[in-house]
């Protein structure tokens, strides 16, 4: 039996693009046809001003203008519903990649699981032979007595019924993204695997982690990262820090249109430091401590750990501060986009690992893991990224330098935190734990007053090299 391989639908892309330009040029359509009605309202009001006119005339004129408002009217109410059929269109892109996506790796791993049976049933065959039974009786009585019979049955039964399904599946895509969605949300709590807690290192100078073991499925790094961690004056370590080279991002998407995280535009980012793990209560509280500064709240989750939270933009940038002065190093909040190169981990997609969340990949409102929207989990409980960083998705949000723009219109390209213009809210990124799946996305954004103290709200700490 062999299974269906997806090919990219060319017919439904060349439908969509087909639809894109005709909702396009009808945009422009309707631009031009508006512009030309408050012309004409403009011309017929100077004549209505400038002329002696009959009354029958004035009138007459009065009735024209009229129409030419209700025309005007009807022309912007089309309008505005073509703009809104196109950000329906986009959305229903971006959902469709979602799900294909997500559909190709199911069919990877039945076809993982479909060769391990015929490898076990070719295995027992050769058993079975060497066997010499008298009879094909007693060769199907010897299998139905092996410790694998139930596993085959199995596999006989689901694997076909499998390969069918996800083929009408595939044929019937007009439903396709509804009827995953709703798989997916039933599936998650079945598929989600027990969390990792991996302790931070007490490292004192320049070293390569040794390798760890991680969950089926999980990427790992492409090369160990270089990490170091900074001694502090009067005794302590600062964060662990991972070298990273810099290099060009593709930062933002023009997958969704209309949104803050537009457009897309690269960024040549230098090389930076940037920490292994969000700052913890145990990093923040020696600042605290030191400084007389209030100690921040742990919400009854407990300290050590797990991710400081409940502290200002003012506060972060405080204890930056006090990490510099202590270590003789440049320490600071990340900005946007260089938060942003270290959460993609060199990909391109809306998650580090793929375009759909996965189960047991981080902690969010919906990601099926026990801290959902309960509280946060110790840092480093979940998989790094291709960088070896942790929880920049999920777990707690964490403020960066900028101030928040509505859109990417005139933003930096050098990698730097955007700091002019209306800075009466700064950015965060990364998702939490109370927050949805699709908040984690890599280009997501939000904003904050910088004297918001939130129990999801975090931070995590760049140092020049």
């Excluded at 330009?21 to 001003?49: D, F, P």
């Excluded at 039974?133 to 019924?161: A, D, E, G, M, T």
């Excluded at 990792?196 to 991680?214: D, N, R």
Aim: aromatic share 8%; proline share 6%; net charge negative.
């Amino acid at each position: 039996m062999t299974t269906p391989t997806i090919l990219p639908n060319t017919d439904s892309d060349s439908e969509i693009i087909a639809l894109r330009q005709t909702l396009q040029q009808m945009r422009q359509e309707a631009e031009h046809e508006v512009q030309r009605l408050n012309q004409q309202i403009a011309e017929r009001s100077r004549q209505t001003n400038t002329a002696v006119m009959s009354v029958t005339a004035q009138l007459a004129m009065q009735q024209e203008m009229t129409i030419l408002n209700q025309a005007l009217e009807t022309k912007e109410s089309a309008l505005e519903y073509i703009t809104e059929e196109c950000r329906r269109l986009e959305d229903a892109l971006e959902d469709q990649n979602i799900a294909l996506d997500g559909l190709q790796q199911e069919i990877e791993r039945k076809e993982r699981a479909l060769i391990q049976a015929r490898e076990e049933m070719a295995q027992m065959r050769r058993e079975l032979e060497n066997r010499q039974p008298s009879n094909v009786s007693l060769r199907f009585s010897v299998l139905k007595q092996s410790p694998h019979w139930q596993r085959i049955q199995l596999l006989i039964i689901v694997v076909p019924l499998l390969v069918a399904a996800i083929w009408l599946i595939w044929w019937s895509r007009e439903s396709f993204t509804a009827a995953w969605q709703h798989g997916q949300n039933k599936f998650s709590a079945l598929l989600t695997a027990a969390p990792v807690i991996v302790p931070a290192p007490e490292i004192a100078s320049v070293e390569t982690p040794t390798e760890e073991i991680a969950p089926v499925n999980t990427p790992a790094p492409q090369q160990p990262p270089r990490t170091l961690r900074d001694r502090l004056a009067g005794g302590g370590f600062a964060p662990t820090l991972a070298m990273l080279a810099g290099g060009v991002l593709e930062m933002g998407t023009n997958r969704l249109t209309g949104e803050d995280f537009n457009p897309a535009h690269q960024v040549e980012i230098a090389p930076f430091l940037i920490g292994v793990y969000e700052v913890t209560y145990q990093d923040y509280d020696r600042f605290a401590q030191a400084t007389g500064q209030p100690l921040p709240d742990d919400f009854g989750w407990g300290r050590g750990a797990r991710p400081v939270v409940g502290v200002s933009w003012q506060e972060a940038n405080a204890y930056t501060a006090w990490l510099s002065d202590k270590t003789g190093h440049s320490y600071r909040l990340p900005s946007e986009a260089e938060w942003e190169f270290a959460a993609r981990g060199g990909a391109t997609s809306s998650f580090w690992w793929g375009f759909a969340a996965e189960p047991g990949r981080a902690l969010c409102f919906d990601c099926g893991t026990s801290w959902d929207n309960r509280s946060t989990a110790p840092v480093g409980s979940f998989a790094p990224n291709p960088f070896g960083l942790y929880d920049t998705a999920g777990n707690a949000m964490e403020w960066v330098a900028d101030c928040y723009h509505p859109n990417y219109q005139g933003a930096p390209n050098n990698g730097r935190a955007w700091i002019t213009g209306d800075c009466t809210a700064r950015v965060a990124r990364g998702g939490a734990f109370n927050k949805p799946a699709a908040s984690m996305r890599v280009y997501v954004r939000a904003r904050f007053t910088p004297l918001a103290k939130l129990n999801m709200l975090g931070f995590r700490v760049v140092r020049q090299p």
